[in-house]
């Protein structure tokens, strides 16, 4: 059993939070999914699979051979969104829209389309099935089991007036209604009957046989052996099957496997030589799932419409029904498309930058794949307790009481949850189409902290989470409250004040459908809500992760016993796991890069304060700015700074005794992040390291370990050279934003890295996305610099847009 422990209730932030329910894709790991921003919502959505078999496809890691790429082409955050999935297993492309209705909220509907990928080639018929759930998140952090006082809060779901059921299905529309105090009381869900897919009776019949006979002179006639005409299919295909979860409610998330048990498989011929899977028939009054399958023939459509009921009568829910299933949702997406295409291009001014359609394209698939990656999750976060001898945490586990958390996500394959560092970054592309969605995402985080200022680094929340963690880094589902993570957060917090925003218009246009509680919001008022845990935060960090001499930095969580396949320690903490430090972990090393970014949040939070109108603050942070600036050098740039070789001025770790210095994003990060005059001989010995094939540059951008070091490629090939994209965002930042356009010897320097790191980043991305669909996680530093590690990584990697749009937000000091 777990032991509770408490967390922080924020009620200033809970405050700014607006408590009306909104819809959306909020599920980021399934294809095709809707949900709620409450705690027990329903959920709905599609799987499919090929009517014969049963491979079923429903969340983003299933048959990851077969399905070549998927990817949202428009989705704005809010009210919709295009997707298409390319399923080369089933010769299938999937085509997916979402739309929240333009005047009445709680109402939105889903349509699946689908067509042959290749129209040269067969296709086999679709099982397309619709799933709705109503059951818990979480279980009660006491008992493990399912809370019965928590029962209401997703309720229960049914069929709604179904008649006699038989073996042949049902012909007319489906409807299933169920009641959730999550999301407001009674809803209904309604599945129209499919608008193209007709089956094909050819489709089913066997080939017909011909029978060749020798006629009187010898010929040859060709004899039919049975009617020109094949027989039509049986009536079970041309109707809708129903079947009700069977599920435990703690287990009905697990659509794919449930549904594998539902279906039956039922002959097509008398012989039994040809079968389908298909739903029994068979439902239940009250259940935490429900099933709905048609079997389809592509091309077809089909559209599936949720309202909830609130003060609605029939007739009005009827009405709003109608107005988002078939032409009328048609013309509904159709609008949305150009609303996203003129805001897109008001935002970004991509066209007007000159570049070509293809460029734009990839460009509004990163943004809108960063929107379509946000999830909500509800949870409880597994924590370490007590503290060995080095200060980490090892002997109880823990469950905090649920909590919830909005959030973009990294990837919706690889790691379809709330990661610390990587929101940093994800709020910069949020913020620069939607302040006020990005703020709402901010604000859950910040929410999050815990008392003294700790914020878990990966926030695995509630019973799917923690069921589909990968088994092969399951210990790292544990969190450990001795454990950092570099403070990005801070940097999006940051930007949306520095920049003036007015959360009420922003960057927005009119049509962009934030709901009156967010226009109204004062901007002084969230300053000064999230100015708190802000500082939580930066105290939290700076009394942890400490070093031995005042006013240095040392990363906790290192030790002999996690390590790389090639036996030197990681570093989780840092977020560069892999990245080769002192081979001997101790309590007296000091890293640069920890330094670095302590250094520019003292910096940030001294903004920050101004723009709440706190100057004794703002004046304090300066101050320990300005301190942390000066230990920096004096801690890590001090030994060999009198030479003439450029390397003797990169500032490195050091492990107590002597440098430790490998070349990489750690040693460079004082120039990312602006702490270094332009006049310094450092930022020549960076920009030398930048230029340099034999170092750090490739034809992707900047790797993250230098060539010439021992442990390129090493560990796990992963921070040991790879190319990683918010780090070279961050160098073109730095660039563009000061070393370029400040005074100093290496200003024309700067600006000539800037042009040609900029060009080689954007093109890489650009051939590897047309090469396989995706965004990449990292990118090989050697060979053609090809997409690496986790496919379909929209989340950082999508800092694309704002290196095409010369956005870089003011995120260095």
Same mark, same amino acid.
């Given at each position: 059993?777990?032991?509770?422990?408490?967390?922080?209730?924020?009620?200033?932030?809970?405050?700014?939070?607006?408590?009306?329910?909104?819809?959306?894709?909020?599920?980021?790991?399934?294809?095709?999914?809707?949900?709620?921003?409450?705690?027990?919502?329903?959920?709905?959505?599609?799987?499919?699979?090929?009517?014969?078999?049963?491979?079923?496809?429903?969340?983003?890691?299933?048959?990851?051979?077969?399905?070549?790429?998927?990817?949202?082409?428009?989705?704005?955050?809010?009210?919709?969104?295009?997707?298409?999935?390319?399923?080369?297993?089933?010769?299938?492309?999937?085509?997916?829209?979402?739309?929240?209705?333009?005047?009445?909220?709680?109402?939105?509907?889903?349509?699946?389309?689908?067509?042959?990928?290749?129209?040269?080639?067969?296709?086999?018929?679709?099982?397309?099935?619709?799933?709705?759930?109503?059951?818990?998140?979480?279980?009660?952090?006491?008992?493990?089991?399912?809370?019965?006082?928590?029962?209401?809060?997703?309720?229960?779901?049914?069929?709604?007036?179904?008649?006699?059921?038989?073996?042949?299905?049902?012909?007319?529309?489906?409807?299933?209604?169920?009641?959730?105090?999550?999301?407001?009381?009674?809803?209904?869900?309604?599945?129209?009957?499919?608008?193209?897919?007709?089956?094909?009776?050819?489709?089913?019949?066997?080939?017909?046989?011909?029978?060749?006979?020798?006629?009187?002179?010898?010929?040859?006639?060709?004899?039919?052996?049975?009617?020109?005409?094949?027989?039509?299919?049986? #009536?079970?295909?041309?109707?809708?099957?129903?079947?009700?979860?069977?599920?435990?409610?703690?287990?009905?998330?697990?659509?794919?496997?449930?549904?594998?048990?539902?279906?039956?498989?039922?002959?097509?011929?008398?012989?039994?030589?040809?079968?389908?899977?298909?739903?029994?028939?068979?439902?239940?009054?009250?259940?935490?799932?429900?099933?709905?399958?048609?079997?389809?023939?592509?091309?077809?459509?089909?559209?599936?419409?949720?309202?909830?009921?609130?003060?609605?009568?029939?007739?009005?829910?009827?009405?709003?029904?109608?107005?988002?299933?078939?032409?009328?949702?048609?013309?509904?997406?159709?609008?949305?498309?150009?609303?996203?295409?003129?805001?897109?291009?008001?935002?970004?001014?991509? #066209?007007?930058?000159?570049?070509?359609?293809?460029?734009?394209?990839?460009?509004?698939?990163?943004?809108?794949?960063?929107?379509?990656?946000?999830?909500?999750?509800?949870?409880?976060?597994?924590?370490?307790?007590?503290?060995?001898?080095?200060?980490?945490?090892?002997?109880?586990?823990?469950?905090?009481?649920?909590?919830?958390?909005?959030?973009?996500?990294?990837?919706?394959?690889?790691?379809?949850?709330?990661?610390?560092?990587?929101?940093?970054?994800?709020?910069?592309?949020?913020?620069?189409?939607?302040?006020?969605?990005?703020?709402?995402?901010?604000?859950?985080?910040?929410?999050?902290?815990?008392?003294?200022?700790?914020?878990?680094?990966?926030?695995?929340?509630?019973?799917?989470?923690?069921?589909?963690?990968?088994?092969?880094?399951?210990?790292?589902?544990?969190?450990?409250?001795?454990?950092?993570?570099?403070?990005?957060?801070?940097?999006?917090?940051?930007?949306?004040?520095?920049?003036?925003?007015?959360?009420?218009?922003?960057?927005?246009?009119?049509?962009?459908?934030?709901?009156?509680?967010?226009?109204?919001?004062?901007?002084?008022?969230?300053?000064?809500?999230?100015?708190?845990?802000?500082?939580?935060?930066?105290?939290?960090?700076?009394?942890?992760?400490?070093?031995?001499?005042?006013?240095?930095?040392?990363?906790?969580?290192?030790?002999?016993?996690?390590?790389?396949?090639?036996?030197?320690?990681?570093?989780?903490?840092?977020?560069?796991?892999?990245?080769?430090?002192?081979?001997?972990?101790?309590?007296?090393?000091?890293?640069?890069?920890?330094?670095?970014?302590?250094?520019?949040?003292?910096?940030?939070?001294?903004?920050?304060?101004?723009?709440?109108?706190?100057?004794?603050?703002?004046?304090?942070?300066?101050?320990?700015?300005?301190?942390?600036?000066?230990?920096?050098?004096?801690?890590?740039?001090?030994?060999?700074?009198?030479?003439?070789?450029?390397?003797?001025?990169?500032?490195?770790?050091?492990?107590?005794?002597?440098?430790?210095?490998?070349?990489?994003?750690?040693?460079?990060?004082?120039?990312?992040?602006?702490?270094?005059?332009?006049?310094?001989?450092?930022?020549?010995?960076?920009?030398?390291?930048?230029?340099?094939?034999?170092?750090?540059?490739?034809?992707?951008?900047?790797?993250?370990?230098?060539?010439?070091?021992?442990?390129?490629?090493?560990?796990?090939?992963?921070?040991?050279?790879?190319?990683?994209?918010?780090?070279?965002?961050?160098?073109?930042?730095?660039?563009?934003?000061?070393?370029?356009?400040?005074?100093?010897?290496?200003?024309?320097?700067?600006?000539?890295?800037?042009?040609?790191?900029?060009?080689?980043?954007?093109?890489?991305?650009?051939?590897?996305?047309?090469?396989?669909?995706?965004?990449?996680?990292?990118?090989?530093?050697?060979?053609?610099?090809?997409?690496?590690?986790?496919?379909?990584?929209?989340?950082?990697?999508?800092?694309?847009?704002?290196?095409?749009?010369?956005?870089?937000?003011?995120?260095?000091?």
């Amino acid at each position: 059993m777990f032991i509770v422990v408490g967390v922080a209730v924020l009620l200033q932030l809970s405050s700014l939070i607006t408590a009306e329910v909104e819809w959306g894709t909020f599920r980021p790991h399934s294809l095709i999914a809707v949900r709620a921003t409450a705690p027990h919502s329903p959920f709905f959505g599609f799987a499919y699979h090929a009517a014969d078999s049963l491979n079923i496809r429903h969340v983003t890691n299933d048959n990851q051979n077969a399905i070549a790429s998927f990817s949202w082409s428009r989705h704005d955050g809010r009210t919709f969104g295009d997707q298409e999935i390319r399923d080369v297993g089933l010769n299938l492309l999937v085509k997916t829209s979402f739309l929240n209705h333009p005047t009445h909220k709680n109402a939105c509907a889903l349509r699946v389309a689908a067509e042959a990928l290749d129209q040269s080639k067969p296709i086999k018929p679709i099982s397309l099935v619709f799933y709705a759930v109503a059951a818990p998140e979480e279980l009660d952090p006491r008992t493990n089991k399912v809370s019965k006082t928590d029962e209401g809060e997703w309720g229960s779901l049914g069929f709604e007036g179904l008649p006699y059921l038989s073996d042949e299905g049902l012909r007319d529309d489906v409807r299933i209604v169920g009641h959730a105090n999550s999301i407001g009381g009674r809803y209904s869900i309604l599945l129209k009957q499919p608008s193209l897919g007709s089956l094909s009776v050819t489709s089913f019949s066997e080939p017909t046989k011909t029978i060749h006979a020798g006629g009187a002179s010898g010929s040859r006639s060709l004899i039919r052996s049975r009617a020109d005409k094949p027989p039509d299919p049986p #009536n079970f295909l041309s109707n809708f099957h129903v079947s009700s979860s069977v599920a435990q409610p703690q287990t009905a998330w697990a659509i794919e496997k449930i549904l594998s048990k539902a279906l039956v498989s039922r002959s097509l011929t008398t012989d039994g030589t040809k079968s389908l899977y298909v739903l029994d028939d068979s439902v239940k009054e009250s259940s935490p799932g429900a099933f709905v399958q048609r079997i389809l023939q592509p091309p077809f459509e089909i559209d599936a419409s949720f309202v909830l009921h609130e003060n609605r009568d029939e007739k009005t829910i009827n009405a709003i029904e109608d107005d988002i299933t078939g032409d009328n949702l048609t013309s509904h997406l159709e609008n949305r498309r150009n609303v996203f295409d003129n805001k897109f291009e008001h935002v970004y001014q991509l #066209n007007k930058k000159g570049l070509n359609e293809q460029e734009q394209v990839f460009a509004k698939a990163a943004l809108s794949n960063v929107l379509g990656g946000i999830g909500f999750f509800y949870g409880s976060s597994l924590v370490k307790t007590g503290l060995d001898t080095n200060g980490l945490s090892h002997k109880n586990v823990v469950m905090l009481p649920p909590i919830s958390l909005f959030t973009a996500t990294p990837s919706r394959v690889v790691f379809p949850r709330g990661f610390l560092w990587d929101e940093g970054f994800h709020q910069l592309i949020v913020q620069s189409w939607d302040p006020a969605l990005s703020q709402k995402c901010l604000l859950s985080w910040m929410k999050v902290g815990q008392d003294n200022g700790w914020i878990p680094r990966e926030q695995v929340l509630g019973i799917e989470a923690r069921e589909r963690f990968p088994e092969h880094v399951r210990h790292l589902m544990v969190q450990d409250p001795a454990v950092a993570n570099p403070p990005t957060i801070l940097m999006p917090l940051y930007t949306l004040l520095s920049n003036g925003i007015n959360l009420s218009t922003g960057d927005r246009v009119e049509d962009d459908n934030a709901d009156d509680g967010e226009r109204n919001l004062d901007l002084q008022k969230f300053t000064r809500s999230i100015l708190s845990p802000s500082i939580r935060y930066y105290s939290w960090l700076k009394s942890t992760q400490s070093g031995h001499i005042p006013d240095s930095f040392r990363w906790r969580g290192r030790s002999d016993d996690i390590s790389s396949p090639d036996g030197y320690p990681l570093t989780l903490a840092s977020g560069l796991d892999d990245y080769p430090r002192a081979l001997a972990p101790n309590s007296e090393e000091t890293h640069v890069d920890l330094h670095s970014w302590m250094a520019w949040a003292s910096w940030a939070l001294s903004r920050m304060s101004l723009s709440a109108g706190d100057n004794t603050s703002a004046t304090e942070f300066l101050t320990e700015h300005r301190k942390l600036k000066s230990k920096l050098i004096e801690i890590h740039g001090k030994a060999g700074e009198t030479g003439d070789d450029h390397l003797d001025y990169l500032m490195c770790d050091h492990d107590g005794m002597d440098k430790v210095c490998h070349i990489g994003y750690p040693t460079i990060l004082p120039l990312l992040l602006g702490l270094l005059d332009p006049g310094d001989k450092r930022v020549g010995a960076i920009l030398h390291a930048l230029q340099d094939p034999s170092l750090l540059r490739t034809r992707a951008g900047i790797r993250s370990l230098s060539k010439s070091d021992e442990w390129h490629r090493k560990g796990n090939d992963y921070w040991t050279g790879s190319v990683w994209m918010p780090f070279n965002y961050l160098a073109l930042a730095a660039l563009r934003k000061k070393y370029s356009i400040q005074d100093g010897p290496y200003r024309f320097q700067a600006e000539k890295l800037y042009n040609e790191l900029r060009k080689a980043v954007l093109e890489n991305a650009f051939n590897v996305y047309m090469q396989t669909g995706h965004l990449w996680e990292n990118y090989s530093p050697d060979d053609d610099g090809h997409g690496k590690s986790g496919r379909q990584f929209t989340g950082w990697s999508a800092l694309v847009l704002l290196i095409y749009a010369d956005k870089f937000n003011l995120v260095i000091s």
